[in-house]
């Protein structure tokens, strides 16, 4: 696969950053009383490529939906991720004082209001959905997306992963294919996934449409976990704004402990290019997906 | 105020808190994958009055309301209270051991388990109530039901509060009426207003029906917090399951602290009086509830 020419993407990108960052700090305002929102907006609004979002809004426009009617939905899910950010970072899960180029949640605000912070953050996030979705959208449509998120958030998705990410770790045991699937999977491709159903379900898509999208999410959900394994091993700190080769020393199961980092990408780059074929038949219209897609694996920065 | 005979009461509650286990052990079936159920179900099925739901149930049937249409909100909520307990036990938060009798989920499972198994709950609430609300209930209502209850729990309900308790622990200020009642209104009322008027909307119930329920939760929620309070100087470890004794130690914002133990129970009483006068319409239908608003104030043990 060829590095392509992203300008237009970035283009792309940034037009959509910009919506959605106007919008989580509009859905998520400043209260005075404590220092919680504050805490809540540092973690928020601290920048970040924004992909999940960037996805469910790339699908609405594939299916002809008003970015507006996706909008809540879309930020719910960036909160989420920053909820999983903020706790991931704590002294009691990965304890990591650097995010983003910048110091973490706990670092600045102490753990107790990390902690609280993280978990109004997942409250938020439904509560967005549910009182910033358009009234026009209908109701069944907004429960069905609240399903899916939750499900993807919880114990049988992204806390699921998170779980068995931590019982490795301090497990003896040498990593396998599976544990690596199911980590990765969870962890990670299952909130990717999520991003793109919520844009096709509240677009009314069809059966076929729903799974094509549903294929891609997941190839570059793993794919991007994988990519972001190895860039581990082969960024500095600088580049990636968080600690790095920190998964070796924590006996973390990643895909270049088990494969290596060459064969690590090749893996990447075939659910790439799967990820790809799958969206193939939209046509012209699916090529931000295509290009979010590759820009996945030749990303040198994401955060 | 005297104190009545509860037996009525007390097979009205243990007859709902055997339902209310049941779903609660239904809705979050162990996965053997990881510990990760296992720690849930272990903080979520430990035990407790259940008082929250038990309102919930108690609303619906003062409405003529199926009790099946309200149990996976009230159990969502229930889901809730188990996730601030797990998170408020951290060591980067209060720091307990013991909870009900039992060691905290943090002290069985570990810090990072009991940090995911909330983060979990707090997903899996939202999403019990999407997928297991009987299908004849209106979308319309299961929606108005998630936006109140993740009002409720967000950083202008239960999160907002136990921000503002941390950071008043670690101040050096004098406590203040607005900051305690900020606190009670926020860490511990809101759950328990939002449990009543979820069974109320849940009902359909109309506007002086909803304004009645919503003044008679609030009044027992800070008498609940009250009581909650004066418990923790007047009561042993032993009675209570929990360590006792510890909010002066800690410069916690607490009523007996501001008015001392005899006026903070006067304050509850006085409480309890007006929920019971709100609810006065409903005749002898209302019963349960008044007889749990007094049980509020004459509960010895709660947990």
Chains 1, 2 share one sequence.
Request: aromatic share 8%; charged share 30%; with cysteine.
């Amino acid at each position: 696969m060829k590095k392509d020419d992203f300008t237009e993407l970035d283009r792309y990108i940034s037009e959509k950053q910009k919506i959605i960052n106007q919008k989580l700090d509009e859905y998520t305002p400043l209260n005075s009383y404590t220092k919680l929102t504050e805490s809540i907006r540092y973690s928020l609004l601290l920048g970040g490529k924004r992909l999940r979002p960037v996805l469910t809004i790339a699908v609405a426009e594939i299916l002809n939906t008003p970015i507006e009617n996706v909008l809540p939905s879309a930020c719910a899910i960036e909160m989420i991720h920053a909820q999983s950010l903020i706790h991931d970072d704590l002294p009691g899960m990965d304890d990591d004082e650097l995010r983003r180029g910048k110091p973490t949640n706990h670092i600045v605000y102490g753990e107790a209001l990390a902690i609280i912070a993280g978990d109004a953050l997942f409250s938020h996030a439904f509560n967005t959905i549910v009182s910033k979705t358009p009234k026009n959208v209908k109701p069944e449509l907004i429960l069905k997306v609240i399903e899916e998120i939750s499900t993807s958030a919880g114990f049988l998705g992204m806390c699921g992963g998170q779980a068995m990410d931590i019982s490795f770790e301090k497990s003896n045991d040498e990593v396998t294919k599976e544990i690596l699937e199911y980590i990765h999977t969870h962890k990670t491709a299952d909130i990717i996934t999520v991003s793109v159903k919520t844009g096709a379900i509240l677009s009314n898509a069809n059966e076929k449409e729903l799974d094509a999208l549903t294929k891609y999410a997941e190839n570059i959900g793993l794919a991007f976990q994988i990519m972001d394994d190895v860039m581990d091993i082969t960024k500095t700190e600088e580049e990636m704004g968080k600690k790095t080769n920190k998964d070796l020393d924590k006996n973390k199961a990643t895909y270049p402990r088990l494969y290596g980092v060459e064969k690590s990408c090749r893996i990447a780059e075939e659910k790439i290019n799967t990820a790809i074929k799958e969206i193939s038949f939209f046509g012209e219209k699916a090529k931000y997906l295509e290009a979010l897609a590759k820009y996945v694996i030749f990303r040198d920065k994401w955060y």
